[in-house]
């Protein structure tokens, strides 16, 4: 049970961006329906479902451009990258599911048949492709010309860090106003105040000392005069 809950974790990691391509508001494409046969025809394709035409061959060269700018900005490792992610994501899950000894076997069995169903390759044909809808052969030479220069190499070299600072200083940013939302609101949902770190401009109050346990009876207080009238007790022998 555990395996197969952490499999369907794993999944569902990996499926987000699928997930996300949902319309909006939830609602599903209805099921092509079938035209009524008539005796002697042949059936009818469900409505949308007509193969579109064949994509427009690539020039060999245009393709050959995109694929040297590519390389030369390192996306062409883009697929290595999305590989080496999802396998990291799916260790994260299964090593929480599995015994530690049979990890290793494991992860090496998956990695192979990950590999051989979604090659690192497949992906850069891919973003040859829209590269090639979005670019002329001149834009896309020119654009390697850019990046072959030193300033280019260097904005190669430091984009993947200044992509890197911008997101995590826009989410502490983001962070903050979160919480400070989330405070103000606090008084109307109360549930909030166990959920919130600790409002370092306005601490909690310290405790209050309680009262101070009363002394036992017979036992003389400091500073205290015997009542009129009472007998002083005599020395203990």
Request: aromatic residues 4%; neutral net charge.
């Amino acid at each position: 049970m555990k395996l197969r809950n952490a499999l369907i974790a794993a999944l569902l990691l990996t499926a987000g961006p699928a997930l996300a391509q949902t319309p909006a508001g939830g609602t599903q494409q209805k099921p092509a329906t079938m035209a009524p046969v008539q005796p002697g025809q042949p059936a009818a394709k469900p409505a949308g479902t007509d193969s579109k035409a064949p994509a427009e061959k690539l020039d060999p060269a245009k393709e050959a451009a995109i694929r040297r700018l590519l390389d030369v900005t390192g996306e062409s490792k883009e697929g290595e990258n999305i590989n080496t992610g999802m396998t990291g994501r799916v260790h994260d899950v299964i090593s929480r599911a599995l015994p530690a000894d049979q990890l290793p076997k494991f992860m090496d069995t998956f990695s192979q048949r990950f590999t051989a169903g979604a090659p690192a390759s497949a992906v850069t044909d891919a973003v040859v492709k829209i590269y090639a809808q979005h670019f002329s052969i001149e834009d896309i030479q020119a654009i390697t010309k850019f990046y072959e220069s030193p300033v280019g190499q260097r904005m190669v070299k430091e984009m993947p860090d200044v992509a890197r600072e911008s997101q995590d200083l826009g989410m502490q940013m983001d962070q903050k106003v979160v919480i400070a939302v989330l405070r103000g609101m606090s008084d109307e949902y109360p549930q909030l105040k166990q959920m919130l770190p600790p409002d370092p401009d306005h601490p909690a109050p310290a405790p209050s000392a309680g009262p101070a346990p009363a002394p036992a009876p017979g036992t003389p207080t400091p500073n205290s005069t015997p009542a009129p009238g009472a007998k002083p007790t005599p020395p203990q022998q």
